[in-house]
């Protein structure tokens, strides 16, 4: 007896064995009814001790789908035991839609699935002994394009995709840190790595006053990152500083100093600027003559120096 998945039935010699009811032999019941698939509707008698299927056409009943193998399964019956064991298929054989990796004892509530086509074995009852197969996985079903049917997701693919989008999601989340990141580095003011530029006002180089006349220094600094203090030094030594209000500096900066000078000479003044960043300027000198104290002169002359101020 041959059948088609296709829908189409051929038959052999055993014609006789393919029935719609119980078979000739009174002490046998089993038959085989498909409930889905190409041939579904029929029912098919089990007589012999096995039963196979697959899409070779020496199985008994013959299901022309790819997804068959050629020698799929076998249903072996012992007594009232009935036996279901897969023959190395590609696509596996299930039962209640599992897999089975093993030789399994039927029930008679018990579908089984090969390809498309989903039939039981009937007329028996439940044996004593079950020999239930564990469940593995899923097999992977391969359909044709015009069968409307929603493909099946294994486990392992489930667990395959959701590795994927967690791994989308972390790269995502790193992206948007990173943009972050870069944002705020971007938006930072730019620190260049400068120094103070400064210039003397008051007095000019090679101006004369006289001992212990005090004398009044002006400069003014100019940086980027704002200048914080100004130093005067007179022959390599601090001898006075002004600082800015402003504790990120300021620019221009305009310090006034002012130094007395001890004794007659001639003197070399410097003037060194600082900007936030600690960056020291390069000196600035002038130079200042220091004649004695003469007290008329010294009057007139400090006059004349005020009045510039």
């Given at each position: 007896?041959?059948?088609?998945?296709?829908?189409?039935?051929?038959?052999?010699?055993?014609?006789?064995n393919?029935?719609?009811?119980?078979?000739?032999?009174?002490?046998?019941?089993?038959?085989?009814?498909?409930?889905?698939?190409?041939?579904?509707?029929?029912?098919?008698?089990?007589?012999a001790?096995?039963?196979?299927?697959?899409?070779?056409e020496?199985?008994?009943?013959?299901?022309?789908?790819?997804?068959?193998?050629?020698?799929?399964?076998t249903?072996?019956?012992?007594?009232?035991e009935?036996?279901?064991?897969?023959?190395?298929?590609?696509?596996?054989?299930?039962?209640?839609?599992?897999?089975?990796?093993?030789?399994?004892?039927?029930?008679?509530?018990?579908?089984?699935?090969?390809?498309?086509?989903?039939?039981?074995?009937?007329?028996?009852?439940?044996?004593?002994?079950?020999?239930?197969?564990?469940?593995?996985?899923?097999?992977?079903?391969?359909?044709?394009?015009?069968?409307?049917?929603?493909?099946?997701?294994?486990?392992?693919?489930?667990?395959?995709?959701?590795?994927?989008?967690?791994?989308v999601?972390?790269?995502?989340?790193?992206?948007?840190?990173?943009?972050?990141?870069?944002?705020?580095?971007?938006?930072?003011?730019?620190l260049?790595?400068?120094?103070?530029?400064?210039?003397?006002?008051?007095?000019?180089?090679?101006?004369?006053?006289?001992v212990?006349?005090?004398?009044?220094?002006q400069?003014?600094?100019?940086d980027?990152?704002?200048?914080?203090?100004?130093?005067?030094?007179?022959?390599?030594?601090?001898?006075?500083?002004?600082?800015?209000?402003?504790?990120?500096?300021?620019?221009?900066?305009?310090?006034?100093?002012?130094?007395?000078p001890?004794?007659?000479?001639?003197?070399?003044?410097?003037?060194?600027s600082?900007?936030?960043?600690?960056?020291?300027?390069?000196?600035v000198?002038?130079?200042?003559?220091?004649?004695?104290?003469?007290?008329?002169?010294?009057?007139?002359?400090?006059?004349?120096?005020q009045?510039?101020?």
């Amino acid at each position: 007896m041959c059948v088609r998945g296709n829908g189409q039935t051929s038959f052999n010699h055993d014609l006789n064995n393919m029935t719609d009811s119980p078979t000739h032999n009174p002490s046998s019941h089993l038959h085989i009814v498909v409930h889905e698939g190409a041939l579904a509707g029929k029912t098919f008698s089990f007589t012999a001790e096995h039963f196979t299927v697959g899409r070779a056409e020496d199985n008994d009943i013959v299901i022309d789908e790819v997804q068959v193998s050629r020698h799929h399964a076998t249903l072996r019956r012992d007594g009232n035991e009935v036996t279901l064991e897969d023959l190395g298929s590609t696509n596996g054989t299930l039962v209640n839609g599992e897999i089975i990796t093993e030789p399994h004892i039927l029930q008679p509530t018990e579908k089984i699935t090969i390809g498309t086509s989903v039939f039981k074995v009937a007329g028996f009852s439940a044996p004593v002994t079950v020999g239930m197969s564990v469940p593995v996985k899923k097999a992977w079903r391969t359909y044709h394009s015009s069968e409307n049917v929603a493909p099946q997701i294994t486990p392992g693919r489930e667990s395959w995709l959701l590795w994927g989008g967690l791994t989308v999601l972390l790269v995502l989340v790193i992206g948007l840190i990173g943009s972050g990141i870069f944002l705020f580095i971007l938006n930072q003011p730019i620190l260049v790595d400068s120094k103070p530029f400064v210039v003397i006002s008051s007095p000019l180089d090679n101006s004369q006053f006289y001992v212990n006349q005090r004398i009044i220094v002006q400069a003014t600094a100019t940086d980027e990152q704002g200048v914080t203090r100004m130093e005067l030094h007179v022959g390599g030594e601090k001898v006075n500083d002004v600082f800015s209000v402003v504790e990120t500096g300021e620019s221009p900066f305009t310090g006034i100093m002012t130094w007395d000078p001890p004794a007659d000479g001639t003197y070399t003044l410097e003037i060194y600027s600082f900007n936030v960043l600690g960056k020291q300027s390069d000196p600035v000198t002038i130079h200042i003559n220091i004649l004695p104290e003469d007290s008329e002169s010294s009057f007139i002359f400090d006059l004349e120096q005020q009045s510039k101020f």
